[in-house]
Structure formats: structure tokens, C-alpha cells
């Protein structure tokens, strides 16, 4: 040490120990000011706003984790409610099925029925107008009969000549 205080003394500076052990000793109070009024405020400062990040990362994943939820249960309500769409579907279209069936075999009935009516009526014409043709024919046989014979013919004659005609028209 001894060189260097000589070179200090011969720069123009004195180095004393005492002056040496102030700058230290205030060097230390500087460092301990410092320490209290802005490392430990920044410290702090830094150390809440980690807390208030993790903080809202947790309460992101706890969101995500819900929405996660709402949205598997929003899938399957959907995919529950296409399943009742789809058997409503099925359903209305089997009952539409049967109904166009018991509509059908009702209007089979109903056509069954009015043709058999139609049938029954025109049975009832045929024979009301055979009735009458047996009439006509009947007496016209019998004067053309009388006209060709000029003499009178019988009622027994009379139905011989229908029979005859009407069996040669039911061959026809």
C-alpha cells in the first residue's frame, strides 16, 4: 500500500483511511436507501402483478373450462333434439302411412259399395226394360201374327213367340 499512497501523494491526493472508510460506510447507506425506497417498492410491484397474471391465467382456464362444458352440453342437447326431430319425422310419416292406408281401403270400400249399387240398379233396369221389351214385343207379335194368320192369335201362342225371340237375343 504503501506505493500507491505515494503515487496518490504525488498526483496531488492524500488518500486517508478514514475518508476511505466514510465513502464505504456511505456507499453502504446509499445502497440500504436505495434498497428501501426503490428495490423493495419494485420488488413488490413486480411480485403482484405475476400474482394478478397467474391469477387471471387461472381464471382464463378456469373460463375455458367452462365454456368447454357449456359447449358439449349445448352439443348435446343439439344432437339430442335431432334425434327427436328425426323420430317426430319417422313418426309423422308412419302415421301418414296408415292414415293414407285406412283412407285408401275406406274409399276401396266406398267404390266397392257403389259399384255394387251400380251393378244392383243396372240389374234392376235391364230387367224393368226386358219386362217392357217382353211387353212390346209381345204385342207386336201378336199383330203381326194375326196380320200374317188374319185370324186371331192366343195368349198361348203369344208367349211361344216371346220365348223364342228373347232366347235368340240372350244367345246374341
Known amino acids: 500500500m504503501g506505493n500507491l499512497s505515494f503515487m496518490l501523494s504525488m498526483a496531488g491526493l492524500e488518500l486517508k483511511i478514514i475518508d476511505v472508510l466514510q465513502h464505504i460506510v456511505l456507499l453502504l447507506i446509499l445502497i440500504f436507501v436505495l434498497k428501501m425506497l426503490v428495490y423493495n417498492p419494485v420488488i413488490k410491484f413486480v411480485n403482484k402483478r405475476k400474482e394478478s397474471v397467474e391469477a387471471m391465467v387461472k381464471e382464463n382456464e378456469k373460463l375455458s373450462a367452462e365454456v368447454k362444458e357449456i359447449k358439449a352440453n349445448a352439443d348435446k342437447i343439439v344432437d339430442e333434439a335431432m334425434k327427436k326431430a328425426e323420430f317426430i319425422n ?9 292414415k ?51 185370324r186371331e192369335v192366343s195368349a198361348a201362342d203369344n208367349q211361344k213367340v216371346i220365348d223364342e225371340c228373347l232366347k235368340g237375343w240372350d244367345k246374341n
Open 90 to 98: 319417422f313418426e309423422a310419416t308412419k302415421e301418414a302411412t296408415a
Open 100 to 150: 293414407s292406408k285406412e283412407i285408401l281401403a275406406e274409399a276401396k270400400k266406398s267404390s266397392d259399395a257403389l259399384l255394387e249399387r251400380s251393378q244392383k240398379e243396372i240389374a234392376n233396369q235391364k230387367a224393368k226394360l226386358v219386362a217392357e221389351v217382353k211387353e212390346e214385343v209381345g204385342a207386336l207379335a201378336v199383330e203381326i201374327a194375326s196380320k200374317i194368320l188374319e
